[in-house]
Structures are given as C-alpha cells and as structure tokens.
C-alpha cells in the first residue's frame, strides 16, 4: 500500500534547541498510528509537523521532508490552509466555539463553501455529526449551545468539526486524556470506525490506549524515534530495550 | 523505576509457582519410594496432600488473573504471567500422575512383588530430574537449557518402550502376573505422560525468554 504519510529525515528545532532528530516513518492510508512516549519527547511536536501547525511559533524552524499524498507540505507552493481542511487536527482539551452545536460543525463548512444552499449544508452537518456518533444525542438540541455538553460530548463534537471539512487525515492529541472511561470508550470507539475512511495519527500517554485502537506505534524520547512497528509486536515483544523499560513503567 | 508494584507481585507470583513446582516434586519422588518400598502409609500420603496441590493452583490461578486486571502487564511481564497461569496447570496434572502412581503402589503393595524394580525407578529419576531442570530453566529464563530437556524426552519414551514390552512378554509368560504387570505398565505410562508434560514447561519457558511459539513446530525450533 502507498504512504498516505512519508516523513524523510525530519529535524526539528525551537531556536536552537534540537527537538526533533531525524525522524523517518511511513504512514499507510487508513490506518490508525499511536506515538507513545514520555513527557517532552518530542510526540506532539512530531504530530504538529504533518499539519504544520508549529509555523504559528515564531521560532520554529523544520529540516527534512514530509510528503501527503506524494506532496511535499513544506514546499512554497502549499496553501497551508487548505493542508490544515485535509489534516484535521483534534486536542487534548475539548474547545468548541462559543456557538450553537449546528454553527460549531457549519462554521468550516461555511468558509471553505463547501455547500451548495441552506439544505445542502444540513445534510452535511448531519452527517459531521452522525460521523462522530454524536447525532443522536444532539439532534434535538443543534441550535443550543456547545458548552451544554458533556466533556465527552463535546471532544466528539470537535471531532464532527474536524471532520465536516472532508479531510484524509486526522491527528488526535490525547484525544480522550480528559474524559471519564465511558466517554473515553466512545471516541476509541469513533477512532476505529473512521478508520474506514480517514487515516489518524493519535499522541496518547494511555498505553492501553494505543493498544486498543492503533494498528502501528511509534515509541518517541529525547526527539528521537526508538521504534516503530505493529502495535501487538510493541506490546507483546518490542525490539527494543528502551520500548520495552518505557511501556512496563520500568523507567526511572 | 527501581521498586515497581508490579515487581512485588511477578516475584510473590514466582515463588508461588516454584512451591507448587516443589511440591509436586515431592509428590513423584514420594509416589515413587511408596511403591520402591512398598510403602503404604506413604502413598495414602502423597493421595492426600493432592488436595493442598490443587489448592496452590486455584490460588495462582487468581493471583495471575488479579495481576492481568490491576496490573496490565507488558512485554515480557505479560509474558511472564501467562507463562505461570499455563504451567500451574501443567504441575497440578503431574500430581495428579503422582496420585496415579500411589494408588497403584497401593494395589501393587498387596500383591507379591513382580519383580526387582530397576527400570522403573531410573525412568522415574529421569523425569524428575527434567522436572527440576525445567523449572530451574524457567526460574533463570535460560531457554538453551529448556530446548536441551525437551530433547531429553525421547530417553523416557525408549525408557517406556522397553518397559512396556518386558512387561508384556512376564503376562504372556505368566498368566497370573497379569494384574501386577498391568498395574506396573499404568505406571510406566504415567512417567512417560509427565515427559510430554515437562516438555511444554520448557516451551513457555522458550515463550517467556523468546517470545517465540515452538509447540508444534517440530524439531527444527530446538
């Protein structure tokens, strides 16, 4: 199978500070890939790279290649906005607009122009929303408030506003690092389903976690990538000694 | 992390498994004298003492699932709690043969005896020393030495053969030896079961090490 993701050689730095070293990884189209690792090592950093994300940070800067679809993101030509409409990214800490559930999933939508007419536009925001296995529990409510949800509510909220603007790839940082187990079974739930169709990156300090929703873990410390490979070999018989240390908590 | 929880509770379910290991140690050395020496007492002992065996596997059987629920082990932890929760089972059945053997030894003890037991209690030396290797293999995670005792189970299996057949020939020869003989021949089978059952001691220990399956895989793996 082609790389929906190839990263070559990428080198990342904050000034002069090294936070990345030479990373290289290919991604699969539709599969789901977990970076594990410890605090500052470098996951969410690597995770910002595929949607460029860190540009926003004065000083930060990018070495090496990362190619989507074939494409080099980092070229001059790349119009980072529409990168980011196909690299949708989802947060650790839910944060939807202060709007009405309906205007959070048709805001995207509507500066993209992504509809033709009033009912075009619902029918898409009904199928965000469906996508994310929140219509049933919203569809009764669109025009109250997004912050009248749960906590778990509303992180799939944000992932039905990912989705509303038809992207290849989602990137999930700690995506259910805030959520009570139930709310947290939903959206690992979700992430196996759009599977199917999407291709996700999710950054997770839950090795469980990655245990039961990625396909592929890449173990990251020090900015620098240990191992990567299937997640049941990860798990059962890492290659490596510091993979193995790292997810039996034997480090100190 | 130099003292994980875990670490308290992998070592506690260790020597679980290794007084089991022990005990069911005892058990065929035991079995065995009672019908050597045409020990009685003996072999009632070792049918009752079964009983405190099959408790120390119910009890590690809990113990491995409580670590797997609270402790989600990893890696080789994960691996090394399976490797305890499938050989605790394996132990309870070669009591359950040392049990075999006593229960002929108290027939046997009725009867006169055959014959002078040789073969027989070399046969049970050897199973009981690839017993002792095997779970001093897994005790050190030295998976050579577990692939070597694996092969040493053809000598209880000539060891069987031979038996069997002397056997067979002392019924044909002597028609009224036949209950003795039969009894003597159950015996001789129970030793040649409690090979096999090491061998696949030494395969979880090959597990646990390797990570690598070798039930099944004929003789190339060792």
Redesign the interface.
């Known amino acids: 199978m082609p790389s929906k993701i190839s990263v070559s050689n990428l080198n990342f730095f904050y000034g002069k500070d090294q936070a990345l070293y030479d990373i290289s990884l290919e991604i699969p189209e539709r599969e789901v890939l977990a970076f594990i690792g410890p605090s500052g090592c470098g996951k969410s950093t690597f995770l910002r790279t595929l949607n460029r994300m860190n540009d926003t940070i004065p000083i930060a800067r990018v070495e090496g290649k990362v190619l989507i679809n074939g494409i080099d993101i980092y070229s001059k030509k790349t119009d980072v906005v529409a990168l980011r409409r196909k690299v949708g990214m989802v947060f650790q800490k839910s944060n939807p607009f202060p709007k009405s559930i309906f205007d959070n999933i048709a805001y995207g939508i509507r500066i993209n122009r992504l509809y033709q007419g009033k009912t075009d536009l619902e029918e898409k925001v009904e199928k965000a929303l469906k996508d994310a296995v929140l219509w049933d529990e919203v569809k009764d409510r669109l025009n109250t408030s997004a912050f009248g949800l749960s906590g778990g509510q509303q992180q799939r909220l944000c992932i039905a506003r990912a989705l509303a603007v038809e992207p290849d790839i989602i990137l999930m940082d700690e995506p259910a690092s805030a959520l009570d187990p139930i709310a947290t079974q939903k959206v690992e739930e979700l992430i196996v389903q759009l599977k199917k169709d999407y291709t996700i990156v999710i950054v997770t300090h839950n090795?469980?976690q990655a245990?039961r929703v990625s396909d592929k873990t890449a173990f990251f410390m020090l900015g620098k990538l240990i191992e990567f490979n299937a997640t049941q070999k990860m798990?059962?018989?890492?290659n490596e000694k510091l993979?193995?240390d790292y997810?039996?908590?034997?480090?100190? | 992390m130099e003292n994980r929880i875990i670490d308290q509770q992998l070592d506690l379910l260790r020597d679980k498994l290794l007084l089991l290991g022990g005990t069911t140690e005892k058990a065929l050395q035991r079995a065995m004298q009672s019908l050597t020496e045409r020990d009685s007492e003996l072999a009632q002992k070792v049918l009752k003492e079964d009983k405190i065996i099959d408790q120390m596997e119910l009890d590690i059987d809990r113990f491995s699932i409580e670590i797997l629920a609270l402790q989600q082990p990893a890696a080789h932890d994960l691996r090394f709690v399976i490797s305890v929760a499938k050989i605790t089972p394996i132990l309870e059945r070669i009591a359950d043969h040392a049990s075999s053997i006593a229960k002929a030894a108290l027939i046997l003890n009725n009867e006169p005896q055959l014959k002078q037991y040789v073969d027989l209690p070399k046969m049970a030396e050897n199973a009981a020393e690839m017993l002792r290797s095997a779970l001093d293999a897994f005790t050190s995670e030295d998976a050579q030495t577990s692939r070597l005792i694996i092969k040493q189970d053809k000598i209880i299996n000539e060891a069987y053969k031979r038996i069997f057949n002397e056997l067979i020939e002392i019924m044909i020869d002597n028609p009224t030896t036949t209950n003795s003989a039969a009894q003597l021949l159950f015996v001789a089978k129970h030793l040649e079961r409690i090979g096999d059952y090491v061998k696949d001691i030494c395969e979880l220990n090959v597990y646990l090490t390797e990570a690598a399956f070798i039930k099944h895989s004929g003789k190339k793996s060792l």
Do not use: A, L, Y
């Open positions: 090795m469980q245990g798990f059962m018989n890492p993979t193995e997810i039996t908590g034997r480090f100190g």
